[in-house]
């Protein structure tokens, strides 16, 4: 075969091309570790992920010292959880599933992308540095409204993260004389125990109560405030914990039961107050 | 018939008619696949939007599948009967037989387009806006696998019809060389033997049963798989043509003659290997598909890059060869002694050129790791508008210029509004794909029918979105523009009256001819065999893995939309065939396995 | 090119104008080196610019476990 001088050396030079394409590839996946998404996962049924331990309740979750594991599920048209909300400085495997076509998960201007197919889960593992907040959408045309299926991923400051999660039961309104409760749920989500301090503010009083909270766990804790301290009217109050913060207000009437009468006769307030005083009390309960 | 003239219509008569049958249809397909892509590029960039965001999933169906099967398809079909007829120097074995691939890839991609048009009207119960890649579970009506299916087998007898040829020319002829555009049809035809496999195995095993209700479910990931098995190779089916028309019809409109024949043998048959298995390459971020299958079809696809890069040589030391007998010198001078103002030759430089251009963008999409950062987004998009868009569509509309008055008797209604039709499609692919590649790398997702969201904005580092759009609409425009100025040409040139000046039927010459080739590049055999094994190596492993994961017939998932009335009476007929099938193939084993153990 | 080569290329025999017959041993396409190693060099550069610049800048990446993770699966 008769092949001319400046063709073999166009040959040569194609096939240096094709290999330095390869070795380049090579280098990523061996020498920075990028790993594709592949086979690692077991197949999971689409219509059983209501049951499922990972998927039945799409979260975030704390696996480790600055590891996190993301359970996200990819349906027509929306992604659970929304937002999904991690750390930054921290290292987390996201596991994407699809409860009926196939789907992507692609996070805007970053190279966390893949595929999201029925019985099949997409694990990727992803190193967030900085806080930012990134678009996620679906760039595989999953039906109708494939054009607003989108979702949010913020990464927060490492100290604005936690697993916290504060929520309060409260009075809306007590008789002069009995004692508001409220009780005060800290749920930790993390691994690790979370010492802090609940604290309590209504009108001038502030009550608070050091609680340790064990990783996975939810303490309980109630505060009872004498309402005569208080004195009748509304009062707002806030419960702190951390960062997060619940609030309300109490109102003290002289007497639940007179409550609409007591709507009625404006003027009429300090006479009411003093009859209730005695009044009320106990029975309302 | 003028005794003057010898033009491919003098010569085959009968076998013209098909090839313009075949163009005419090309043709339609590319309209209506224009008119859908103008909508959708206005829609998607928010300039002027009319239809609702669900129809435009409708829209880019429609667009998808009239180009890409029935534009492409139907025209190589055409210049592969010519390529045939002509370097044979002889008639198909039997017209009718011609003429009933023909139809039958007619009627098929009638069936689907209606299929898929039936979108539009909220009446019919019936629509296919699965796209052109119809992943399960998203669900097309029985009609559209139906007619997919026809015309697939359409395009088989047709490869039967070329195969025909050239066994009777070789009965005669025993100790020739095969000519070289039968060569190039011939390979082809193998490797789309070989792909559409796994189109055929995915439709008419799943797909097909699961739309008519015969089975419940399939298995997304294997259907998807089987997909790309034939969604790779088909590119080349689209290209090998282009390619033909490169090595044998732009030497000549150059003014030179094809470099080596010996070395487009070789790009032919590396083309035939490698194109298979390589499809996984689409699937690198594919759940269920283990890193190793990813590696091994990168490394088949990054050495497919080679028969093209062996081709830039090639195609470009041809049309130097012709610069420098029209007198051209100079290491770069002799571009300018190209015949720049013959829209045949411009139209096809042109193309090659941004070929060049799809060549990188290509091997980005090659890449492993790096598909990370273009999977699924415009970048794909812009891709394949330069690869099928204008590499393949420009060289098509550019030949068309020296087929038409060939296949038809007339002369070219206006060279230079062929010429000007040619520049325009260069000039608005080039803002048009730019814009696509550049909005990729920010994350634009493709497919996408209206990709501005509430939550947040693509970020560019340069320019902006709002550009890009601007970018993209206006190539759009352009690419109308010239669309509407070929048709003008088709129009005017069926409606010119006879010529009697038409160029003969020819292709290039060789400077290094057949018989510098090695006898063994045209043992097809050999080259099948190794193709066979190639793909066995590449895919076996990987399906079994798939159909062991997942099952035969995947989770239990459920089609969408949900299926439709119409759907009963398709799956009382088909059932009903399938039964008598089955009972005349089972009466037929009961007869032959007896013998053959025996 | 001039009027007489476009009227040539128009008429019936369409073969460009042909200045002189080159045959293949005194055929070297220098020309198409000079472009083709342009080409290549474009590749190059633009693979580089792709992969370390538009890919490799574009974090976070997905990588694999650096750590061994108990409790995977």
Redesign the interface.
């Known amino acids: 075969m008769n092949i001319h001088t400046y063709e073999k050396v166009w040959l040569i030079a194609a096939l240096v091309l094709i290999v330095g394409f390869i070795a380049t590839i090579t280098y990523g996946s061996v020498a920075l570790g990028i790993t594709m998404v592949g086979d690692q996962e077991e197949t999971i049924e689409p219509s059983e992920l209501n049951d499922d331990e990972r998927f039945g309740e799409p979260r975030v979750e704390q696996v480790g010292e600055n590891e996190y594991e993301a359970y996200v599920i990819a349906q027509t048209f929306t992604f659970y959880p929304d937002p999904i909300e991690v750390p930054a400085d921290s290292e987390v495997t996201f596991y994407v599933t699809s409860r009926d076509v196939i789907h992507s998960f692609s996070v805007a201007g970053t190279n966390i992308n893949t595929m999201v197919i029925p019985g099949e889960v997409s694990k990727m593992t992803v190193e967030f540095d900085e806080p930012d907040e990134y678009g996620v959408v679906c760039n595989e045309y999953c039906g109708d409204f494939h054009h607003t299926m989108e979702g949010l991923l913020h990464v927060v400051p490492e100290d604005e993260f936690d697993m916290t999660e504060l929520s309060v039961e409260a009075d809306d309104e007590i008789e002069l004389g009995d004692e508001a409760t409220f009780d005060v749920a800290v749920e930790n989500a993390a691994l690790d125990d979370l010492e802090t301090t609940v604290t309590l503010e209504i009108g001038n009083e502030t009550f608070e109560e050091t609680i340790t909270v064990a990783g996975g766990e939810t303490h309980e804790t109630t505060f009872e405030v004498d309402s005569s301290e208080l004195g009748e009217g509304d009062h707002d109050w806030t419960v702190t914990v951390d960062d997060y913060e619940e609030s309300g207000t109490l109102t003290v009437v002289e007497d639940l039961e007179d409550e609409d009468e007591t709507d009625d006769g404006d003027d009429e307030d300090g006479d009411d107050d003093s009859d209730g005083d005695t009044d009320g009390g106990e029975d309302d309960e | 018939m003028s005794e003057a003239r010898d033009a491919y219509i003098d010569n085959f008569p009968a076998e013209a008619k098909v090839v313009r049958a075949a163009f005419y249809s090309s043709f339609f397909a590319l309209a209506l696949g224009g008119v859908f892509g103008i909508i959708q590029t206005l829609h998607r960039t928010d300039f002027y939007r009319f239809i609702d965001p669900a129809d435009y999933y409708t829209v880019l169906t429609a667009h998808g599948v009239f180009l890409v099967i029935s534009f492409t398809i139907f025209f190589l079909v055409g210049i592969f009967t010519w390529a045939i007829t002509t370097s044979l120097d002889r008639e198909v074995e039997d017209i009718r037989f011609t003429w009933a691939w023909y139809l039958l890839m007619a009627v098929g991609i009638t069936l689907s387009g209606i299929a898929i048009l039936a979108g539009f009207i909220d009446s019919i119960d019936m629509s296919a806006s699965v796209l052109f890649t119809f992943y399960a579970p998203l669900q097309a009506h029985p009609l559209f696998y139906i007619g997919l299916v026809l015309f697939v087998v359409g395009t088989w007898l047709a490869g039967l019809d070329w195969f025909r040829s050239w066994w009777a020319w070789k009965a005669e002829n025993p100790d020739e060389r095969i000519p070289l555009p039968t060569f190039m049809v011939l390979t082809t035809t193998l490797m789309w033997y070989l792909a559409t496999l796994g189109v055929a195995v995915a439709i008419l095993f799943f797909l097909l049963p699961w739309s008519l209700g015969l089975i419940e479910t399939v298995n997304p990931l294997l259907t998807r798989t089987l997909f790309w098995f034939f969604g790779h190779p088909v590119v080349y089916f689209w290209l090998m043509p282009a390619y033909m028309m490169w090595y044998i019809m732009l030497p000549k409109v150059s003014g030179g003659k094809l470099f080596s024949d010996p070395l487009a043998r070789v790009v032919f048959v590396l083309f035939l290997i490698l194109s298979v298995p390589t499809g996984i390459h689409h699937q690198y971020l594919d759940p269920g598909i283990a890193e190793g299958f990813k590696f091994i079809a990168m490394t088949n696809t990054m050495f497919l890059l080679l028969p093209s890069l062996l081709t830039a040589f090639t195609v470009v030391a041809s049309m130097e060869h012709g610069a420098r007998q029209r007198g051209g010198t100079g290491y770069v001078g002799w571009l300018k002694a190209l015949p720049w103002r013959d829209p045949v030759f411009a139209g096809m430089a042109l193309a090659g050129l941004m070929f060049a251009a799809a060549g990188f963008s290509g091997m980005i999409n090659a890449g492993m790791n790096i598909n990370y950062l273009v999977h699924n987004t415009f970048w794909v998009v812009g891709h394949f508008h330069l690869t099928v868009g204008t590499a393949v569509a420009l060289t098509f509309m550019a030949v068309t210029y020296w087929f038409l008055p060939q296949v038809t008797g007339k002369a070219l209604w206006s060279r230079s509004v062929a010429l000007g039709q040619v520049v325009l499609w260069f000039v608005g692919m080039t803002f048009m794909s730019n814009a696509m590649h550049r909005g990729g790398l920010l994350g634009i997702p493709r497919r996408t029918a209206e990709p501005q969201y509430d939550g947040f904005e693509f970020e560019a580092a340069v320019g902006s979105v709002g550009e890009l759009d601007a970018q993209v609409a206006l190539g759009g425009v352009l690419l109308t523009l010239s669309l509407v100025l070929f048709f003008a040409n088709v129009i005017g040139t069926a409606l010119n009256g006879r010529s009697d000046a038409l160029p003969a039927n020819e292709y290039a010459e060789t400077l290094s001819g057949p018989e510098d080739a090695p006898l063994v590049l045209d043992n097809l055999k050999l080259w099948t065999a190794i193709a066979v094994v190639l793909v066995i190596f590449a895919y076996t492993f990987p399906l079994l893995s798939i159909i062991d994961r997942g099952g035969l017939l995947g989770p239990d998932v459920n089609p969408f939309p949900v299926s439709l009335e119409s759907v009963a009476f398709l799956t009382f007929a088909v059932e009903h065939l399938g039964t008598a099938a089955l009972e005349s193939a089972g009466n037929a084993v009961q007869t032959v396995v007896p013998g053959v153990i025996r | 090119?001039d009027q007489a080569?476009?009227e040539l290329?128009?008429?019936?025999?369409?073969?460009?104008?042909?200045?002189?017959?080159?045959?293949?041993d005194e055929?070297?396409?220098?020309?198409?080196?000079?472009?083709?190693?342009l080409?290549?060099l474009?590749?190059?550069a633009?693979?580089f610019f792709?992969?370390f610049v538009?890919?490799?800048g574009?974090?976070?990446?997905?990588?694999?476990?650096?750590?061994t993770?108990?409790?995977?699966?």
């Open positions: 090119m080569t476009e290329t128009q008429s019936r025999d369409r073969e460009p104008e042909r200045k002189r017959e080159i045959g293949h055929f070297d396409p220098i020309g198409t080196l000079v472009l083709i190693g080409y290549f474009i590749l190059v633009l693979w792709m992969y538009e890919f490799l574009n974090d976070p990446t997905v990588v694999g476990l650096v750590l993770v108990v409790g995977l699966q």
